[in-house]
């Protein structure tokens, strides 16, 4: 059993940024491929961000790419997802996944432990 805890979320001015982590525990993260992903009020969970369990491959939303980073590491058991140029449709609670790597990526519909998520707020 994985359990995801996220954190770093909070208020923060349009073109400001953030930096959420993701801290596992129960098993090491370096068997899961991890994902980011977010949901807005009255809309479907979004995919955000991919990376693959050793770190070399990573994948972005079309929403996000340039502006968002995902990393991991693994000494910390932690994956990051680093914000910057933040926009008022960023605005969501986001939220962590972890997928067995021999399953491939997470998904909206598909992963094996998902965090309760944390509140990202961009103010215009």
């Known amino acids: 059993q994985v359990q995801l805890v996220e954190s770093g979320g909070g208020l923060v001015q349009a073109g400001g940024s953030l930096r959420l982590s993701c801290v596992a525990s129960g098993r090491t993260l370096s068997a899961y491929n991890m994902g980011w992903f977010r949901q807005a009020p009255g809309k479907d969970r979004e995919f955000v961000a991919a990376i693959s369990w050793s770190g070399e491959i990573t994948y972005y939303g079309d929403s996000v790419k340039g502006r968002f980073t995902i990393s991991r590491d693994h000494a910390q058991n932690t994956v990051y997802l680093q914000m910057n140029s933040l926009k008022p449709e960023d605005t969501a609670n986001y939220y962590c996944?972890?997928?067995?790597?021999?399953?491939?990526?997470?998904?909206?519909?598909?992963?094996?432990?998902w965090g309760q998520g944390t509140q990202v707020t961009v103010s215009s």
């Open positions: 996944a972890a997928r067995l790597r021999i399953k491939g990526l997470p998904t909206t519909t598909t992963q094996d432990y």
